[in-house]
């Protein structure tokens, strides 16, 4: 039974406006669930109840700046994924945000593509899932490495019995890329199981 991808849920906290319509517009068009805050004084309790996966906060805000927001929200949450993005880069708020697991630091005006790259970088990192082949390749991966792992198999000795790079071996593993038909048979064939076995209870 394939289950529904799971929905990314963005918070965006920012005080202008304009920023917080375009970013609920510009992400929702993406597929994913927004809301926006303007106050960031509110950010740590939404984050907190609302069952985030990522936060977009501004640097540069009345009352609570965002390495403060950040600070406050780490204390509820420290496996939120947060970007933060400011049209005042300085290196000292840069290593500040690093220090608080922030996935990345963007300027503003930010380029809408870069952004996304970012985003689907956090739902790779989370295991969230989109579309069913993303989750078929997902599955796929998990069982390989399961049963690699069951046989005390490296990579490295993975390759010499597939003649499969190691690095496609692991981006397999990884679910960052979609093994071809051909693999997928060398790969069950060193594991000893049918093809069919890799794709789980899919």
């Known amino acids: 039974m394939v289950k529904a991808p799971q929905p990314l849920k963005v918070l965006v906290v920012d005080d202008d406006e304009a920023i917080r319509e375009y970013m609920e517009t510009f992400l929702t068009k993406d597929g994913y669930e927004v809301k926006t805050l303007a106050d960031p004084e509110e950010a740590p309790d939404e984050v907190k109840n609302g069952g985030y996966h990522l936060v977009v906060l501004d640097l540069m805000m009345p009352g609570l700046d965002g390495v403060q927001a950040l600070e406050k929200i780490r204390k509820v949450d420290d496996d939120v994924a947060v970007v933060i993005f400011t049209g005042y880069p300085s290196l000292e708020t840069a290593v500040q945000s690093m220090k608080l697991d922030v996935v990345d630091y963007l300027k503003k005006p930010f380029n809408p593509d870069e952004f996304r790259a970012v985003v689907e970088r956090v739902v790779a990192k989370k295991g969230l899932l989109r579309t069913p082949e993303e989750q078929l390749h997902r599955v796929i991966g998990e069982t390989i490495r399961n049963l690699r792992k069951e046989r005390d198999l490296t990579l490295k000795q993975m390759s010499r019995r ?34 069919s076995e890799l794709f789980g209870e899919y």
Do not use: M, N
């Open 162 to 195: 597939t003649g499969l790079s190691v690095s496609l071996l692991s981006q397999i593993e990884r679910a960052e890329s979609s093994a071809s038909i051909s693999s997928l048979y060398k790969v069950a064939t060193a594991l000893d199981v049918r093809v």
